[in-house]
């Protein structure tokens, strides 16, 4: 073995080697320059020293050497990789790590003596462990060529302060979602990246850059996508070309301004086309979904007993039906270009995390399955009965435009897996980007109502009404009748128990005096009836919610982004679940595949986290998770392990064979196969 240079470890993609400046120790020496280089082949990393949202920076636990009292392990600085939206920090192709080594008796012989522990990453990720040692005897000498690798892996060592930067500001936003930063330069800048450190397993999303001053000045805004604790502890090591510098910035109680505003570049009109016809598609598959056709069948059923007065009567009605849903999905995109104005992260389906709105869709549904049911009848005064009837058949399209607003509003927690790209795209976008796909989204929706309008004969095709339609009302009554228990279902883990029952007893107490309201004086019906709407309505507001979240099952653990490092660091694989109550796809998801058969054994395992994130009340934590992956619906499931430190995103209906395949990528068993 040479004094200056250890053997070569050659494990899988990399290799190791230890070296030191010196080749003796001499007299009165206290001290030693040494290094650890890193070769990795083409397409491999490793990691900083704070890793990025996920990764495991390298390690060394020098127990084996002799005459060693300390070792100080510097780091080069980083680089910047990007995958499956996650920010990563380390290093490609070779680094060498300068250590800084003091010894416990000047001029006495040394063995240093290390074991490396380090994850490698390509496709998949590679958990490496080895040993490297070399003796360095009593005499004088230095070896040249390991002399320069060291001093040049210095010189990738940022400078404290140094590199021409100083005079740093660091502002954190109330929420602690948003790190703003400003730093000075003596020397321009060409083409700087920022690397914050703010406190152990806090993950950044990718930096806002922007210089002014002669480009002089660098200002950052950082998104902050999970925090595990609230230090303030702040260090910012900043790149350009070949200086780099970490800097401890003070603190300001006032967001520096950027020194520019960047308007957001829009997308080609052949992309939004494209996206728009996504949206169309998917927004005729929701037809099907079992929300949305209880109502289109409603809306079959009362054209047929109205297809006496003609098909321009029936075309009418679909006609206003279409008009119902798009004027929904227009009021959508509007109150979600509002929101996003007004700074706010928005998603499709947050309206079910809204008690006020669950409320309202309650009543209306529970009033709807009643009439059906024939609970109580509907029935105008005479003089408005008269007036419509001199109207010439024009009355009906008022409730014809309840229908079509009603299918749309039933069919956000059944969206599509189509949905996903074309909603994700618009809220990523521009007000028109929004504007554009909602409304192919609500187009795609009213095709059947569409369809009619065009062909109106094809009602008369159906079977003519008779006693048959008794038993049809009975049916969508019933759909009707679970779908507002479903809704209570959800409007309990929104607004907690207390609501639940309040308005589930409001709801009947309802029913019973409308059932009642032929024996009762008219007003008193009607006031009784509103009486109890408004008062229903009121109870989100007036009752205090329940803190606690909705039950998770005992194999699930809540969602913490930044615990999913931690555990992928101690070799776990971590399965990120976000659902919601509300979400009827994430419950087909749980029932058909993450419930059952191997996946269950699998999500079992001792080595396996399940974490779950309930989404059904808000929750900014998961919103910028979400957002982070370019996702902005549910469900969305994410696997993560030391095979998979990145992260593999499942598609939005979930397979056993998928599930188990990014579970078997992630875990660290196929890491004999490489």
């Not at 009643?370 to 003089?383: D, R, T, Y």
């Not at 008062?535 to 979240?549: I, K, N």
């Not at 976000?578 to 058969?597: E, I, M, P, S």
Request: hydrophobic residues 50%.
């Amino acid at each position: 073995m040479q004094a200056a240079t250890s053997e070569t470890v050659s494990s899988g993609p990399i290799d190791a080697q230890l070296f030191v400046a010196e080749d003796g120790i001499a007299p009165d020496a206290s001290t030693l320059s040494a290094a650890l280089r890193i070769d990795l082949q083409d397409g491999w990393k490793t990691y900083w020293r704070s890793p990025g949202e996920v990764g495991i920076p390298p390690t060394v636990t020098w127990e084996a050497s002799q005459n060693v009292a300390e070792v100080e392990f510097l780091w080069p600085a980083p680089q910047r990789f990007r995958a499956f939206g996650i920010e990563n920090f380390g290093y490609k192709d070779e680094v060498a790590f300068p250590l800084r080594i003091s010894l416990q008796e000047p001029g006495v012989p040394t063995r240093l003596a290390g074991t490396v522990d380090l994850l490698v990453c390509s496709d998949i990720c590679v958990p490496e462990s080895f040993d490297l040692a070399l003796d360095i005897p009593a005499g004088t000498g230095i070896d040249r060529v390991s002399a320069e690798l060291i001093a040049a892996a210095g010189n990738r060592v940022p400078d404290a302060g140094g590199a021409g930067m100083g005079d740093a500001q660091a502002f954190l936003d109330a929420d602690g979602q948003t790190l703003i930063v400003q730093i000075q330069s003596e020397i321009p800048f060409r083409t700087p990246d920022v690397f914050a450190e703010l406190g152990s397993f806090t993950a950044f999303g990718a930096p806002d850059i922007r210089l002014g001053d002669g480009d002089r000045t660098i200002w950052a805004s950082v998104p902050i996508l999970a925090r595990q604790d609230d230090v303030r502890d702040i260090a910012l090591t900043v790149t350009d070309g070949d200086r780099a510098s970490t800097i401890v910035p003070d603190w300001t109680e006032r967001a520096p301004p950027p020194p520019f505003t960047i308007a957001t570049a829009a997308p080609g009109i052949g992309t939004l086309a494209w996206i728009a016809l996504v949206a169309l598609l998917g927004g005729a598959i929701l037809n099907v979904m079992p929300c949305v056709l209880p109502v289109l069948s409603i809306k079959v059923a009362s054209a047929m007993q109205a297809r006496a007065r003609g098909e321009d009567h029936v075309r009418r009605g679909f006609l206003v039906s279409a008009s119902g849903v798009l004027a929904f999905m227009w009021l959508l995109a509007a109150a979600l270009i509002a929101l996003k104005a007004a700074g706010y992260a928005v998603g499709w389906g947050l309206q079910f995390q809204n008690p006020v709105f669950l409320v309202a869709m309650i009543v209306v549904l529970v009033l709807f399955a009643a009439n059906l049911f024939g609970v109580f009848e509907i029935s105008l005064p005479q003089s408005w009965m008269t007036r419509l009837a001199r109207e010439e058949g024009r009355s009906g399209h008022a409730g014809d435009f309840a229908t079509g607003a009603f299918a749309a509003i039933l069919a956000t927690p059944c969206s599509a897996p189509l949905l996903g790209t074309a909603v994700a795209f618009s809220l990523a976008g521009r007000a028109l980007d929004v504007f554009v796909v909602f409304t192919a989204l609500g187009v795609g929706l009213a095709l059947p109502h569409l369809a009619l309008a065009a062909r109106p004969g094809l009602v008369r095709r159906l079977p003519k009404p008779g006693p048959w339609m008794i038993g049809l009302k009975a049916v969508l009554g019933s759909l009707l009748a679970l779908t507002a228990a479903w809704l209570l279902w959800v409007l309990s883990s929104v607004a907690g128990v207390s609501t639940f029952r309040i308005v589930a007893g409001a709801s009947v107490l309802l029913l019973v005096v409308l059932a009642l309201s032929s024996r009762l004086p008219r007003n008193l019906a009607v006031g009784a009836a509103l009486t109890l709407v408004a008062g229903t309505l009121a109870v989100p507001v007036l009752v205090p919610q329940d803190t606690a979240q909705a039950s998770i099952a005992t194999n699930w653990v809540p969602f913490d982004r930044a615990e999913i490092p931690v555990h992928v660091s101690q070799g776990h694989v971590v399965f990120v679940d976000v659902t919601a109550d509300w979400c009827l796809t994430c419950k087909a998801n749980k029932a058909l595949v993450l419930d059952r058969g191997a996946v269950a054994g699998a999500l079992a395992r001792q080595d396996v986290i399940a974490m779950q994130a309930d989404w059904t009340r808000p929750d900014p934590a998961i919103g910028r998770y979400l957002e982070a992956n370019g996702r902005y619906g549910i469900p969305f499931d994410a696997v993560y392990g030391p095979g998979a430190p990145e992260g593999i995103a499942l598609p939005e209906l979930l397979t056993e064979a998928a599930v188990m395949k990014a579970l078997d990528t992630a875990s660290d068993r196929v890491v004999a196969e490489h």
